[in-house]
C-alpha cells in the first residue's frame, strides 16, 4: 500500500469516526439512560424538590381535589374561599417524604408501562383501544401507608382508587416501538464503530502522531456539536409548548434529563483538547536529532584547536 493511499484511507477513516462521537454518545445515554428505569428514576428524583415543579402539582392537584368535591357537592359559591386552603395544604404535602416516595412511585411505574409496550413483539399490540395507561392505584397506597406511618389525622381514611392514566397513544405504539429496537441497536454499535474507525485511521496513518492530534481534535469538535446540540434542542422545546404547560417545568424536566449527556460532551471536548495539546507538546522531545551535514564537520576539523595551534606556529 503506498504512503499516499495510506493516508487518504487514514484520513477518512479518522473523519468517519469523529462524525460518528456525537451520534454514538446520544444514542448510547438514551440506550442506556433513558430505557433503564433504575435510572430513569434515579435521574428523575432531584425534580421532587424543584420548586417550579412542586408549584405546578401543587396547582394541578388542587384543581383535581376541587373537581372532585364539585362531583360530590356544590362548593361554587365557597370554591375562590377554600382554594388557597387546599392549594396551601398540598403545596406542604410536596415537602415531605411521602411526595417524594409518591413521586419515585410514579415514575417507575409509568416507565415500567412503557417499556413493557415498546418491547411486546405482538403485533396486534397496537390496535386501537390498547393504549398504554397507568394504574395511579399503587402509588396512593404508597402515598396512604406512609401519612398512615407519621399519624396524619386522618390518613387511613383515604380512599385507594383505581385511577387509570393513559400514557402512550395506542396509535403511536408501532412506530414508537420500531425507534426503540433501532436505539437499542445503535446505542452500542455507533460507539463501538467510532473507536474501531479510529484505532484503524491511526494504525494506517503514514505520521501516527499527526492521526492522533486529528483524532483528539475531532473528538473535541464533536463534544461541541453535542453541546450546541443541547442548547437548541432545549430552545426549541420550550418554543414548541402548549400554552398550558408551565416553561420553568419544562425547562426544569429537560435539564434533568439531559445533564447526564451534556456531562459527556464536555468530557469529550476536555478530553479531546487536552490529549491533542500532549502530542504536541511532546512531539520536539520525541523527534531523534539529525544528522550533522559533511560540510559541518569538515568546519568543525578546520576551526578545532588544532588547528588554531597550527595557525600559530605558522605564525611563528
Known amino acids: 500500500m503506498s504512503p499516499r493511499f495510506r493516508s487518504v484511507v487514514s484520513a477518512a477513516l479518522i473523519a468517519l469516526a469523529c462524525l460518528l462521537v456525537p451520534f454514538g454518545a446520544?444514542?448510547?445515554?438514551?440506550a442506556y439512560t433513558?430505557?433503564?428505569?433504575?435510572?430513569?428514576?434515579?435521574t428523575m428524583a432531584p425534580l421532587a424538590t424543584d420548586p417550579d415543579v412542586r408549584e405546578a402539582v401543587a396547582q394541578a392537584v388542587g384543581d383535581g381535589i376541587l373537581r372532585e368535591a364539585d362531583q360530590r357537592m356544590d362548593m361554587t359559591p365557597v370554591r375562590a374561599s377554600v382554594r388557597p386552603f387546599v392549594r396551601d395544604a398540598v403545596r406542604s404535602f410536596t415537602h415531605t417524604r411521602a411526595f417524594r416516595l409518591a413521586w419515585d412511585t410514579g415514575n417507575r411505574i409509568t416507565h415500567d408501562a412503557v417499556l413493557r409496550a415498546l418491547r411486546e413483539d405482538d403485533p396486534t399490540a397496537g390496535a386501537p383501544g390498547a393504549a398504554v395507561t397507568v394504574d395511579l392505584a399503587p402509588v396512593t397506597a404508597r402515598v396512604k401507608q406512609q401519612l398512615t406511618q407519621d399519624h396524619v389525622p386522618l390518613a387511613a381514611r383515604i380512599p385507594v382508587q383505581h385511577t387509570v392514566v393513559p400514557v402512550l397513544p395506542a396509535g403511536d405504539l408501532t412506530r414508537f416501538r420500531k425507534g426503540y429496537h433501532m436505539l437499542e441497536v445503535a446505542g452500542f454499535w455507533l460507539p463501538v464503530a467510532a473507536v474501531v474507525f479510529a484505532s484503524a485511521g491511526i494504525a494506517l496513518a503514514v505520521r501516527r502522531r499527526r492521526a492522533i492530534v486529528a483524532t483528539s481534535l475531532g473528538t473535541a469538535l464533536g463534544g461541541a456539536v453535542l453541546a450546541l446540540a443541547l442548547t437548541v434542542g432545549r430552545a426549541l422545546t420550550l418554543a414548541d409548548l402548549p400554552p398550558d404547560v408551565?416553561?420553568?417545568?419544562?425547562?426544569?424536566?429537560?435539564d434533568t434529563l439531559t445533564a447526564t449527556l451534556r456531562t459527556v460532551s464536555w468530557l469529550l471536548l476536555t478530553l479531546g483538547v487536552t490529549v491533542a495539546l500532549t502530542t504536541w507538546l511532546t512531539r520536539r522531545r520525541a523527534r531523534p536529532e539529525e544528522p550533522r551535514k559533511p560540510e559541518a564537520k569538515r568546519k568543525d576539523r578546520t576551526t578545532g584547536p588544532d588547528s588554531v595551534q597550527e595557525d600559530g606556529r605558522a605564525q611563528v
Do not use: E, F, I, M
Open 34 to 42: 433513558l430505557t433503564d428505569t433504575s435510572r430513569y428514576v434515579t
Open 26 to 30: 446520544s444514542a448510547a445515554w438514551a
Open 246 to 254: 408551565p416553561h420553568p417545568v419544562a425547562a426544569a424536566v429537560y
